[in-house]
């Protein structure tokens, strides 16, 4: 143990199987360093400094980013720069394994590279502290002294500043088991709801992101009596990274809108109901509105009071809970934005609300049921539960002290509820009015449990905006007559070459495109396509769709005029839609007019298959892993040589076997033989 003036370091080395993450422990407080899992023993230094050296020193972090939708760690391969060197905006800095693929990581900050946390060959979570960076080389060794409880806000990941969080409120709180209640006095059979039309339609809260939980309903584009059509933006929806246009996938009278304007519910609900026409959609609209006076009473939902409790107080005002009530919900309470809308416009205390949504969340049919059988009412002048640690951003505090504002008296919606700049300018009476709908404090990340597989579906699940499409877009080619011829590629050259230029930020899809690119020059028939009325649509450019997975489905960037785009712009580009696909920020433009497609599954191994067809689509090219085997050298020995096996399905209406055969023969020889190429 050493210490100076100004700080504290314990150094801490602990795996803590529980959370699948590590977690360093000194005196009282438990901090977590990474949000989910890190393989490796990690040497963790923590520090704690004081105020006026975290305002002084403004370390940067570099984060493990997510290079895929379904990535929660990644392994760096390499370091491709070393404590004390300068790293500019946009500079590659380290060469990451994902789940999928190697990927070049670049910086999203500027500065003097401090000290580097996680060591090649090692693994951290994503988003999980990985380096430090100082402002000027003068400060290297401040931010080594600081370590991470100077890093300020200001990353594009971590726009709140957290660096840890105290998870001991939560765990205690999901830890204790609620008190058992007593049973609830009966309540009066309600209404049964009408039988639902069989030509109703229903329109969802998409997933607009990977980490997308909820929505709110910014705009209605289309009101009640509008018709809509396929691909008819319908609303406006804000998620976790944007706001964003939702088309809709059925066609339609809107008949009942469910969730108004301002309003949010979870990915997945019905925020609509359309009628097939105009004179069904009154009575669509009359069942939909009786939906909640249907069986399932609030009542039954709420948390069980005792019969005598209720007698005794029939029409007590909201000054206090009943007294058999029972605390079900201690520390931060998880609800959603809009349950926590509702119980301050009713008075509902929500510690007293037992939730009934996915991990015990508390929904809106929550608190409509503790307003029912007002067992949870908010005291009048009881104080809100507050955490005996206050919990802020390094920003926070500075602007605290600038405003002479007392953290005790801030409500944060930071990560975990840490207390961000905004909170404090908020209490200041100077926060932007525009964010004010982004008050509500994120629910906790999941365990190590639900972030496994998820829940184990039985019976029908509605699908995703993405998935219908996706379907829809598959149904599109059944009728197309497609074959398919595969080919073995000697990959010796070209992973050789890739292990040259991977340091530089050139990608493993921007080198196949652009050899795809090279031979489509000489094979025109393979960069055409079918249109109705016997005519072959060509195409001279080489715009090429490559495939992306992202956690809501698949998705295919083009990337544009790959024979003639440079390697360096090509993989430029690449990353640039990587980036939008994963947060799910691809524009039609981005995913059009392309004619030849690559889908490439050998990051996971596979030997071998087959792609559909998409539609509008000549040829798409089924890569898999490149697999070492025993073959006769060129110098006569045996040795041991790496081959991909490659599976191109095209449309017989416009290519015919041997010359998608000779494409693929040209293609394994520029590959093998002349894959530098690719450079100049």
């Known amino acids: 143990m050493e210490r100076s003036a100004a700080f504290t370091t314990s150094v801490i080395s602990v795996r803590n199987v529980s959370t699948g993450g590590f977690v360093a422990r000194a005196g009282g407080f438990r901090s977590v360093r990474c949000p989910r899992r890190i393989f490796s023993k990690v040497r963790m230094d923590v520090k704690f400094a004081d105020e ?60 003097y590279l401090a000290q580097i946390l996680t060591e090649e060959g090692e693994s951290a979570g994503v988003g999980a502290t990985v380096a430090l960076l100082a402002e000027t080389e003068e400060d290297i060794q401040k931010v080594i002294d600081c370590g991470t409880e100077c890093i300020v806000p200001g990353s594009n990941h971590r726009h709140d500043g957290t660096t840890v969080v105290d998870l001991d409120n939560q765990q205690s709180a999901s830890a204790k088991p609620a008190a058992a209640a007593e049973p609830a006095a009966p309540a009066e059979p309600a209404a049964p709801a009408a039988e639902k039309p069989n030509n109703v339609k229903e329109v969802f809260m998409p997933a607009l992101s990977s980490t997308m939980t909820e929505g709110k309903v910014v705009q209605w584009l289309k009101k009640e009596g509008d018709k809509i059509a396929v691909g008819e933006s319908v609303m406006v929806v804000e998620s976790d990274k944007a706001d964003m246009d939702v088309e809709s996938f ?24 359309l009628a097939p026409s105009e004179a069904e959609a009154s009575a669509i609209k009359s069942w939909a509105s009786s939906l909640g006076s249907g069986p399932a009473s609030a009542a039954a939902l709420a948390p069980a009071v005792s019969a005598e409790a209720a007698a005794a107080k029939p029409a007590a005002p909201r000054t206090a809970p009943a007294s058999s009530a029972s605390v079900v919900n201690e520390g931060r309470v998880v609800a959603s934005p809009y349950a926590k809308k509702l119980a301050a416009e009713n008075g509902v205390d929500l510690k007293f609300v037992q939730g009934t949504g996915p991990g015990g969340r508390i929904i809106a049919e929550d608190v409509e049921a503790a307003k029912s059988s007002g067992a949870a009412a908010a005291p009048a002048e009881a104080p809100a539960y507050k955490s005996a640690r206050v919990y802020a951003t390094p ?43 982004r008050a509500e404090a994120k629910a906790p990340a999941p365990s190590k449990k639900e972030k496994g597989d998820g829940p184990v579906l039985d019976g029908a699940v509605p699908m995703t905006a993405m998935q219908k499409g996706i379907a829809k877009n598959m149904m599109a080619t059944l009728g197309v007559p497609v074959y398919s011829v595969s080919y073995e590629i000697n990959t010796t050259a070209f992973d050789a070459l890739y292990a040259k230029v991977k340091g530089k930020g ?35 450019a080489a ?31 690449w990353k640039e839609l990587v980036r939008k696909a994963v947060e799910k920020k691809l524009t039609g433009a981005d995913m059009s007019n392309a004619h030849f497609y690559i889908s490439n599954l050998g990051m996971f191994g596979v030997e071998h298959f087959n792609a559909i067809l998409p539609k ?28 991909m096996n490659v599976n191109a399905t095209c449309d017989h209406r416009v290519i015919q076997g041997a010359e998608l055969a000779g494409f693929l023969r040209d293609l394994a020889d520029f590959i093998e033989n002349n894959i530098d190429e690719v450079m100049y």
Request: include cysteine; hydrophobic fraction near 40%; glycine fraction near 8%.
């Open 52 to 111: 006026e050296t975290k305002l002084e020193v403004k370390t940067k972090d570099v984060f493990m980013p997510a290079l895929s939708s379904t990535m929660t760690e990644g392994r760096i391969v390499q370091w491709l720069k070393q404590p004390g060197d300068f790293v500019d905006v946009g500079e590659i800095i380290m060469v990451v394994e994902s789940d999928k693929a190697d990927m070049d990581v670049e910086s999203f900050e500027k500065g």
């Open 250 to 273: 059925e066609e339609g009278i809107v008949a009942h809108i469910v969730v108004d304007e301002g309003d949010s519910t979870n990915v997945g609900e019905v925020v609509a109901y």
């Open 395 to 437: 920003d926070a505090k500075k602007v605290a002290k600038a405003e002479k504002i007392n953290l005790d008296n801030v409500t944060g919606t930071g990560n975990f509820g840490r207390i961000t700049a905004d909170d404090v300018l908020k209490a200041a009476g100077k926060a932007p009015v525009q964010k004010e709908a």
């Open 506 to 540: 050139v990608t493993t899809s921007s080198l196949l495109a652009k050899a795809v690119g090279h031979v489509l020059k000489d094979h025109q028939i393979l960069n055409a396509r079918y249109e109705e009325g016997d005519t072959h649509v060509y195409k001279k």
């Open 543 to 573: 715009d090429i769709g490559v495939a992306v997975a992202t956690k809501g489905g698949l998705v295919t960037p083009v990337l544009r005029n790959c024979a003639e785009t440079d390697i360096y712009s090509l993989s430029r580009s």
């Open 616 to 643: 509008n689509a000549g040829t798409i090219l089924a890569v898999s892993a490149s697999k070492p085997k025993v073959v006769l050298q060129k110098n006569g020995l045996i040795g041991v040589e790496k081959f």
